[in-house]
């Protein structure tokens, strides 16, 4: 991650400098040149930042689902662990839950 991330860096310094090298330019050619060459990197730290995005997306995903599915199965053990009392009341055994979770 922080290998695109020095990746996006460089593209949007380089876009930077072509971009200024195209302003100072005083020939028509070399100031189109620099400009095409800025908007191109432009284009490119764009798709970096994209992939950046899709990544830590993904990664947030599946430690999500990772933890839904701790949490899940950390449930369903406590609930097999509490008793109802005759009031209705949901009642557990603190004893029997930490039992339960450290199994």
Do not use: P, Y
Not at 73 to 78: E, M, T, V
Not at 87 to 94: E, P, V, W
């Amino acid at each position: 991650m922080k290998d695109l991330q020095k990746h996006l860096k460089k593209l949007r310094t380089d876009a930077a400098e072509c971009k200024l090298i195209s302003d100072l330019a005083t020939g028509l050619e070399k100031r189109e040149l620099f400009a095409r060459l800025a908007d191109h990197l432009s284009v490119l730290a764009s798709e970096v930042e994209h992939a950046i995005s899709a990544k830590v997306s993904s990664t947030e995903t599946k430690q999500r689902r990772s933890h839904d599915a701790q949490g899940s199965a950390l449930g369903s053990r406590q609930r097999h662990l509490c008793e109802i009392d005759e009031a209705g009341k949901l009642t557990h055994d603190f004893a029997s839950v930490v039992a339960g979770i450290v199994d």
